[in-house]
Antibody
Framework: EVKLVESGGGLVQPGRSLKLSCAAS????????MGWARQAPGKGLEWIGEINQDSSTINYTPSLKDKFTISRDNAQNTLYLQMSKLGSEDTAIYYC?????????????WGQGTLVTVSS | DIQMTQSPSFLSASVGDRVTINCKAS??????LNWYQQKLGEAPKLLIYNTNSLQTGIPSRFSGSGSGTDYTLTISSLQPEDVATYFCLQHSSGPNTFGPGTRLALK
């Protein structure tokens, strides 16, 4: 069973940084693209970005490219999202996701999400 | 970026009803359209991919159709467990983008 568990969320002050983690299990982690999406309170989902199996290709939605960094550790079966210069607009539930599998690299499996609240 | 809109934003229907939810893209997305279901407090779940392919384990009352810029999710006979928010995702070009969602409730 595919299992994705996000962690690292919480209350953070504006302007600070935060790093989220996603622990993956139930599949060969290094065989799949992985990514992140978020959902602000009362809003729709926003695709943040994705990373390929060996981290050689990382795609971001353009508006977030300069403040978010996606990485992965295949030895630890873990995906990361480094967020910097956080503002109130970044308050959201952040979801980790796995792609469907070759040739499809869109999100097929999702974690439960971790809440990030940006407030002073 | 490709913009996605959904209609209606809220839908109330009775058990057994046929329900349709629409998704419209700002440009042709060549059937690269998925549908997801999200129940309150749960992770999103993939229902349909590439317009009309049913994900493994999803009941056959769910189906998808469409082409070009216009796509539809149909629930042939609404069940109580279908109460959820449904959203579409285009993965045709540029950053993937989601529709804003349709909240489905029981009448």
């Amino acid at each position: 069973e595919v299992k994705l568990v996000e962690s690292g969320g919480g209350l953070v002050q504006p302007g600070r940084s935060l790093k989220l983690s996603c622990a993956a299990s139930g599949f060969r982690f290094n065989d799949y693209w992985m990514g992140w999406a978020r959902q602000a309170p009362g809003k729709g989902l926003e695709w943040i970005g994705e990373i390929n199996q060996d981290s050689s290709t990382i795609n971001y939605t353009p508006s977030l490219k300069d403040k978010f960094t996606i990485s992965r550790d295949n030895a630890q079966n873990t995906l990361y999202l480094q967020m910097s210069k956080l503002g109130s607009e970044d308050t959201a539930i952040y979801y980790c996701a796995r792609d469907y599998g070759y040739p499809y690299n869109w999100f097929a499996y999702w974690g439960q999400g971790t809440l990030v609240t940006v407030s002073s | 970026d490709i913009q996605m809109t959904q209609s209606p934003s809220f839908l109330s229907a009775s058990v057994g009803d046929r329900v349709t939810i629409n998704c419209k893209a700002s440009q042709n997305i060549n059937k690269y359209l998925n549908w997801y279901q999200q129940k309150l407090g749960e992770a999103p779940k993939l229902l349909i991919y590439n317009t009309n392919s049913l994900q493994t384990g999803i009941p056959s009352r769910f189906s998808g159709s469409g082409s070009g810029t216009d796509y539809t999710l149909t629930i042939s006979s609404l069940q109580p467990e279908d109460v959820a928010t449904y959203f579409c995702l285009q993965h045709s070009s540029g950053p993937n983008t989601f529709g804003p969602g349709t909240r489905l409730a029981l009448k």
